[in-house]
């Protein structure tokens, strides 16, 4: 029972008939035989790492305005390090850790200037808005998917981000899906995992 109570709390309402159809279609819950069939084991995973980027966005957005440093500027800075696939002056772009398409980079402005999500924009955001994009553009014509490519932005928690520097996904080199899947965001930037290959963050599956 303490078992399915677990899954219970993990499924909530979306899996009542999922934990019907497992307790009817397997040993006890109790029993070291018990073993969800794959497809629930993957929509069970999935329920659970939404739950973690929700949590994780809220999180984060308890601090978006506060003006502390974000893992963001010690990229910039190069105090942590990345895969840059392109920088100028005003902005950079470097490969995600854990690429939601073969092709998956951020692009970031170098000057945060209270720009912690496209939400809060401000007329004089203007220039680096258009920057931020034409980047895009750049990003995908040395990435070699300038024949189809797609930019997400995600804003506030409720778009899950986790990262309050306003950044652009640049995701291409597969055929995409509209609408996209359902956002697992298996990334995550707030939780401070790096790697010298880029930077694992929030975007939704495509």
């Known amino acids: 029972m303490?078992?399915?109570?677990?899954?219970?709390?993990?499924?909530?309402?979306?899996?009542?008939?999922?934990?019907?159809f497992i307790r009817t279609s397997n040993p006890s819950p109790r029993s070291p035989l018990f073993r969800p069939p794959l497809h629930f084991r993957r929509v069970l995973s999935s329920v659970s790492a939404i739950s973690d980027e929700e949590a994780a966005a809220r999180a984060a957005a308890v601090s978006a305005d506060s003006g502390a440093p974000t893992i963001f500027d010690k990229i910039i800075s190069k105090e942590i390090p990345s895969t840059i696939v392109y920088e100028d002056e005003a902005v950079l772009a470097f490969r995600d850790i854990s690429p939601q398409a073969p092709v998956h980079v951020l692009v970031i402005p170098k000057l945060r200037d209270v720009l912690t999500e496209l939400g809060k924009a401000e007329k004089r955001h203007e220039e680096i808005l258009g920057r931020l994009l034409y980047a895009a553009k750049i990003v995908a014509e040395k990435e070699g998917?300038?024949?189809?490519?797609?930019?997400?932005?995600?804003?506030?928690?409720?778009?899950?981000?986790?990262?309050?520097?306003?950044?652009?996904?640049?995701?291409?080199?597969?055929?995409?899906?509209?609408?996209?899947?359902?956002?697992?965001?298996?990334?995550?930037?707030g939780r401070g995992r790096v790697g010298g290959l880029g930077v694992q963050h929030d975007v939704p599956q495509q």
């Open 2 to 20: 303490a078992a399915m109570n677990s899954l219970s709390l993990l499924c909530g309402p979306l899996s009542l008939r999922a934990l019907h």
């Open 145 to 189: 998917i300038i024949d189809g490519f797609r930019v997400v932005v995600n804003s506030g928690p409720s778009a899950c981000q986790s990262v309050y520097h306003l950044h652009l996904h640049v995701l291409g080199g597969r055929q995409m899906k509209w609408p996209p899947a359902t956002a697992t965001a298996t990334t995550g930037l």
